[in-house]
Antibody, heavy 121, light 107 residues
């Protein structure tokens, strides 16, 4: 059974940095592109970033480009999101999600339960 | 970035009703669109991918249609467990973008 478990959230001051982690199990981790999606309190979903299975291809939302870095360690079945220059508007529940197919990156078929990041002074 | 506009933003319906939610893209996205259901306090769940392909395990009362810029999610007979918020997501190009969501409430 596929499991995704996020960790690393917390309260951080504006301008600070934080690294989120997502541990995957139940599937061949390095076969699948992985995503981060976030949801501000009471708001809708916002796609944040993608990384290919081999880690060589990455994409970002305009709102986080140049501040966030997605990475993965396939030896540890882990996905990461390094967040820097954090702003109050980055406050959200951050989900990691797996793409449905190894060769086509559409469809997010499994999601973690999320880790909460609060940016506040 | 491609803008995804969902309508309505909310609706009230009764068990057994047929419900339709629409999503319009600001430019053509072929059939590169998914639909997701989210219940309070839970992670989203994939219902439909590639505009009309039902995800494994999803009840057949859910269906999706559309191509290009206009897409529809239909629930043929609303069940109590379907009260939730629904989102479309374009995966045509990056950055991927969600619609703002449609909250389906009990009438």
């Amino acid at each position: 059974e596929v499991h995704l478990v996020e960790s690393g959230g917390g309260v951080i001051q504006p301008g600070g940095s934080l690294r989120l982690s997502c541990a995957g199990s139940g599937f061949t981790f390095d076969d699948y592109a992985m995503h981060w999606v976030r949801q501000a309190p009471g708001m809708g979903l916002e796609w944040v970033s993608l990384i290919s299975g081999d880690g060589y291809i990455t994409y970002y939302a305009d709102s986080v480009k140049d501040r966030f870095t997605i990475s993965r360690d396939n030896n540890k079945n882990s996905l990461y999101l390094q967040m820097s220059s954090l702003r109050t508007e980055d406050t959200a529940l951050y989900y990691c999600a797996k793409t449905k197919n190894p060769t086509a990156w559409y469809g997010l078929d499994y999601w973690g339960q999320g880790t909460l990041v609060t940016v506040s002074s | 970035a491609i803008q995804m506009t969902q309508s309505p933003s909310s609706l009230s319906a009764s068990v057994g009703d047929r419900v339709t939610i629409t999503c319009r893209a600001s430019q053509g996205i072929r059939n590169d669109l998914g639909w997701y259901q989210q219940k309070p306090g839970k992670a989203p769940k994939l219902l439909i991918h590639a505009a009309s392909s039902l995800q494994s395990g999803v009840p057949s009362r859910f269906s999706g249609t559309g191509s290009g810029t206009d897409f529809t999610l239909t629930i043929s007979s609303l069940q109590p467990e379907d009260f939730a918020t629904y989102y479309c997501l374009q995966d045509y190009n990056y950055p991927w973008t969600f619609g703002q969501g449609t909250k389906v409430e009990i009438k």
